[in-house]
């Protein structure tokens, strides 16, 4: 009887939402399975795709093609994954294949060979005819050979497994040992060959002598404990007194790291209660849904840790999400140091060939612990037993690009599917999740009091419009030079703050105003002090700093805005003693220097840590006492109506990196609004009062959680095209929708041209709208023919960014 496989194919401009039907060859009956990547003829050429299903009858009435081969020995996407991206796509208007392909690490999507290699060694009748006594054979010779069954049947068994190797790339990390080929007798025999001169090599035959004769050295092994240098291992392989091999290893990105083991800590009351609510329904194998509202230092990562410790006794894996910028060292040693090689690690820090080997771990159930940022909640993970997902308030669990998930969503549908706990954690938690909690969709868990008793820090706010009045133009208030210095003279620590979130450095020409724009976006450069150079953030371009004004030949420019650099020049000029780090984007492009600069002010090499948003999450490092926020206010002003909820949960998250051990913590918050309410509330760490006057704005203005937006934006490197087409769709929702859904624009995009292309979008505000789904997919599916034209239409369901 004839197998069908259903399989979504990757067509890359008209792209196909549904499987098609394809024959599976007699070859292969029995040996493809769901979740396989196979090659498939697709009009004249031949394309990869996903196999979604495997049946017995066809939907299709005419003759099916056959797919020409797999291009994996086993799944690459469990059961559960496949239904989650056939749901997912329908849901956030996207389609299967990029949902498929987001959820595989980049090894996995690019253009590789691939080849298969013996686990063991052995070599059977059967193997010897494929391998022909070597122990690796390329995939291209096995398809010549036409031996992928048996290579498939061969993987099932655990005799052969397979790796890949980008062009350029090789994606299995191989080391070269050595293996010594002598008997002892010869040992002797070529030492008394050798004349006196070659020292070198009578060492290595000396070392010879005492090594078992199976074992296997790298390079590395045989110059840090013997002095052996790779020229001599060369001669010594040259003279057959040694072989080498390629061997498989992972590649470790935590190798250099020493974690110390720990053991869980006695919790507090509130602690208690909230993990003892989590665990009634992981014992009972229960959904639910978790929000754990706890202050900043109220030990969160505690109950997460012993949460995860239950699940792994009854052998289930446990996801554990962070923001990107929150995945510090410190969070990652306080995983590996209860669980050691039950964690992989998975960020975008990570090579593609770590990724890769973390991946592989996961895959093979080595690792039962993932911590992650956002694309980790794709993980292969089997038997879940928990998701967490901490901070759960930031924006960045939302992909901004195609597909739009939402990683909250994501793990609700993952936890569902598995039958157990969402635990959703922050000091500062989403209107949107609060709210669910009030009306019990989510379960509310409390955290009141730091874990160490002490009082949450003493917050000052400093109108700096009075500052300005008593002549004092810099960035730093007198009371915050002050402090500072008065910390500097203790030997203790502070953190500043800039708000970056909508300010920028720019310059301007003082003769006529003329400011320095992007040529291929509406926006002005910004100027970086390190390169001496513009940039524009938006599509990269780059050019020198102009001499003269483009505009009426001034050589007179004035440079706006407050960038770390500018800042960390003025404070190196207050304070010339004091030894500062600076952390942003520039400072931590290369890998591991977000790491290097974190562990240098935690060993006390520095007073002051100078940052950006990156340095309000996740530290906690006993000997700071002072946090200063230089400009509290300019997140205030984006054209964005959570700006305010924004502004409030970065304040409160960086003054809750002060006082977190025994010395008392201070925090001075700079601003020209200080009597805005989300600095207020800030000030007296009141959420439920932000929450309850923000709430009120919100249905007032009818915004989230009130109700749901969709936002569509439409671009074209034709203007007039552009326009057209987002009035065509706003003309076709207002014909189709019900009366009380709201269609704000559309408009021109907040900026109007990036890269070239003109944006224009419009958002749909409403609560509940039954035709708004079927709508969006007529527009998704027309959208598909103008793509093809250079017109892009894109769909956000519940967009976090409005500009």
Known sequence: MKQIAKVVVDVPVMQTNQPYDYAIPPQLKDRLQKGMRVEVPFGPRQIQGFIVDIVDEADFEGELKEIVGPLDLEPVLTEELLQL??????????????????????????????????????????????????????????????????????????LVDIRYLVKNKAKVKKVTVYQRNLEDLRIKEEMEQLSKQAKSQRSLLEILAEIEPGAMLTKEQFREQFDITP??????????????????????????????????????EGQLEAYEAVK?????????VFLLKGVTGSGKTEVYLQLIGDVLEQNKTALMLVPEIALTPQMVRQFKGRFGEEVAVMHSRLSTGEKYDEWRKIKRGEARVVVGARSSIFSPVENLGIVIIDEEHETTYKQEENPKYHARNVAIYRAKYNHCPVVLGSATPSLESRARAQKNVFHLLELKERANQQDLPDVQIVDMREEFQNNNRGNFSQILQDKIQD???????????????????????????????????????????????????????EEPVPHRCPKCQGNQFRYYGTGTQKVETELKELFPAARIIRMDVDTTRKKGDHERLLAAFGRGDADILLGTQMIAKGLDFPNITLVGVINADTSLSLPDFRSSEKTFQLLTQVSGRAGRSELVGEVIVQSYNP?????????????????????????????????????????????????????????????????????????????????????????IKYKQEPDLHDVLKEILDQSQKDNAKGLYISIDTEPVNFF
């Open 487 to 541: 910390r500097i003279q203790k030997k203790e620590q502070t953190v500043l703050l800039l708000n970056r979130r909508g300010y920028s450095s720019f310059i301007m020409c003082r003769d006529c105003g003329y400011v320095h724009e992007c040529p291929n976006c509406d926006i002005s450069m910004t100027f970086h002090m390190d390169t001496k150079g513009m940039k524009c953030h938006y599509c990269g371009h």
């Open 280 to 288: 009634v329904t992981i014992d009972a194998n229960q959904h639910d």
């Open 85 to 158: 991206g056939e749901d997912m796509a329908d849901q956030i208007y996207a389609f299967r294949i990029h949902c498929y392909q987001t959820m595989l690490p980049p090894v996995l999507k690019a253009k590789y060979e691939k080849e298969f290699y013996l686990t063991n060694g052995e070599q059977g009748k059967g193997i010897y005819e494929v391998f022909q006594g070597e122990t690796v054979i390329s995939w291209e010779r096995a398809l010549e050979m036409a031996a992928l069954p048996l290579l498939l049947e061969w993987k099932k068994k655990g």
């Open 675 to 763: 009597d805005h309410y989300a600095i207020r509330y800030a000030q007296n760490h009141n959420y439920d009062g932000f929450y309850r006057q923000e709430m009120a704005l919100r249905h007032q203005g009818g915004y989230p959680p009130y109700y749901f937006t969709t936002q569509i934006t439409v671009s074209d490197l034709d203007e007039k095209k552009a326009q057209a087409k987002i009035y065509e769709i706003n003309a076709k929702l207002r014909n189709k929708l019900g009366p009380k859904t709201i269609i704000l624009g559309p408009s021109r995009s907040s900026i109007a041209r990036m890269n070239n292309r003109y944006y224009f979008q419009l958002l």
């Open 231 to 268: 020229r001599t291992l060369q001669i010594g392989v040259e003279k057959g007194w040694l072989n080498s091999q390629e061997k498989e290893v992972y590649r470790d990105p935590l190798k250099k790291h020493h974690f110390e083991k720990t053991d869980a800590k006695i919790l507090n």
